[in-house]
């Protein structure tokens, strides 16, 4: 039979997608990675070196995972979501904050997708850190106003773990998260996906869950926006004015490419993106469930790389903010051209790349190090209006404000653009927070 046979398509899909990415590992990062990566990986502190231990820089593996005992579903069964004036819980099969009755903002609906599996305290108190950080952020901007403002304006919704009952004849499954922190979150107004994988233990299979936003069937003429974050991750004042400045700009995709180092295109933390209807990406749960490779750290941005990226880059509608490069972006990125940057010389359309405003910092060694909250500097989650790009993207961050898409003017634009952090600061940070983590 052909792979255009119904029963066969996605077969053809692993088999395909596994000779892209050997040929792309083969092109862009065998015998190919930078030196003074090298040096980073094996010398550097453990968060770096586990970070820099990343699939996507490894031969493709043999075995993958798509043997029975492995090949992980995406069953989401479940959603629950607290109605936010009644209080009563509702369970639904299909997403539930996404009803335009529960939009936050006036013209779309808005989303935070992240995954929590097991009772890891760190990931535990990260998710809280970071639902926390967002009213850090609009009380340390002088924000004290009653309307919604920054991420306010989105619905967090945590993918979990939870065998489906009707799949109880699979077994107990393994690493889920406990009941009394879901209600936590319930009570947080977050939303929950209860989500099968069909195996009798969860891991970093599901890292892809999150993905599903993307592909979010929404009624015709209605909108849904979403960012992609990790579960602990924390909000900062430059990343509200990256993702002001998005609303703004128009653009479909959004990238926030704050960290200097990226080990591929598209990180799956912090990129976000919007479509109406149901023009997400097609075929999104099919293409996770046959996707050869999703049981290893990295694994995910394999998927991002070489499935969403090549998608979102046909859209000729992206956005990516960065921090002027140098030094440190050199040394830190593995292999040339890693995070295709800038973008229009890896797309054949028009996007856009813009440089955060000077003043602006991103605590790159505070979140590199999971640096506990209440520790950070409180000048990172403040958002000040001193400039026309700073005041416009904290209005566009207000919920009840429809912006005027309008690209960003330009005068005088390289005169006010942050320079990237250099290597002795970044060393100095760095030496700061082991310090104090030693000190505990």
Sequence with gaps: MSCHDYNYEY??????????????????????????????????????????????????RDPDDLSPERRSRVDVWRYQYKHPHSGAIITDSHPIATRKEFWKCSFEARIIAVTLFGNNKKYLQGSLDFIQSISETKAASGLLEKKLWGYESFSFRFYVAKRRP??????????????????????QGCEIAYVDNHLPQVGRDAAFWRFMVLDEQMPKGEKIRYLLRDVDHK????????????????????????NPMAIGPL??????GTHEGNNGIRDLLKKIENFPYRHVYGDDEIFTKYVLWKQIKKSGSILTHLYKRGFLYKISNPYEGSAEEPTNTYTKVSCLDLFMPKGLLYPLAEIAHDVPLHKINKKYFKLDDNNPRMKSALLNLYADVIPKCAEVARENFDKNIEPETSIWEMFYKVAKIVLLSQAE
């Design 11 to 60: 077969d053809c899909f692993s088999s395909k997608i596994k000779k892209i990415i050997d040929a792309g590992y083969k092109r862009d990062i065998q015998g190919k990675i930078k030196t003074s990566f090298v040096i980073l990986k094996t010398f550097g502190h453990k968060r770096m070196r586990e970070a820099f231990n990343h699939s996507l820089l490894q031969a493709p």
């Design 166 to 187: 009707e799949n109880a004849s699979i077994g107990a499954m393994n690493n889920t998260t406990s009941d009394a922190f879901i209600a936590q979150l319930l009570n």
């Design 235 to 258: 909000v900062t004042a430059a990343e509200l004015f990256t993702i002001g400045e998005w609303i703004g700009s128009g653009k479909q995709y959004h990238r926030m490419h704050l």
């Design 267 to 272: 990180t799956a933390s912090v990129f976000g």
